[in-house]
């Protein structure tokens, strides 16, 4: 189970950078939308942090995707 699990952080990890970057959003702009810090959306892109459910919902909601999106490869 923790081989799917981090495969699907990894997926997870690369759609958020991608989101970001195609919103031409820093991470700093980014962190501050969401109510984080930069540092965690870096640790987060970079695979070192998993994100949670709540600031998954978060996320799809800032930049208007189906929460299941993010999952997608």
Same mark, same amino acid.
Request: proline letters at 1%; a positive charge.
């Given at each position: 189970?923790?081989?799917? %699990?981090?495969? !699907? !952080? %990894? #997926? /997870? =990890? $690369?759609? /958020?950078?991608?989101?970001?970057? $195609?919103?031409?959003l820093s991470q700093e702009k980014m962190?501050?939308? +969401?109510?984080? =810090? @930069?540092?965690? #959306? =870096? @640790?987060? *892109? ?5 994100? =949670? +459910?709540?600031? +998954?919902?978060? #996320?799809? *909601? +800032?930049?208007?995707?189906n929460p299941k999106d993010l999952f997608?490869?």
């Amino acid at each position: 189970m923790e081989n799917n %699990d981090t495969q !699907y !952080y %990894d #997926i /997870i =990890s $690369a759609n /958020i950078k991608k989101l970001r970057t $195609a919103a031409k959003l820093s991470q700093e702009k980014m962190a501050e939308k +969401l109510n984080c =810090s @930069r540092e965690f #959306i =870096s @640790r987060v *892109e970079n695979k070192k942090e998993r994100v =949670s +459910l709540n600031m +998954l919902l978060k #996320i799809a *909601e +800032l930049f208007n995707v189906n929460p299941k999106d993010l999952f997608n490869n």
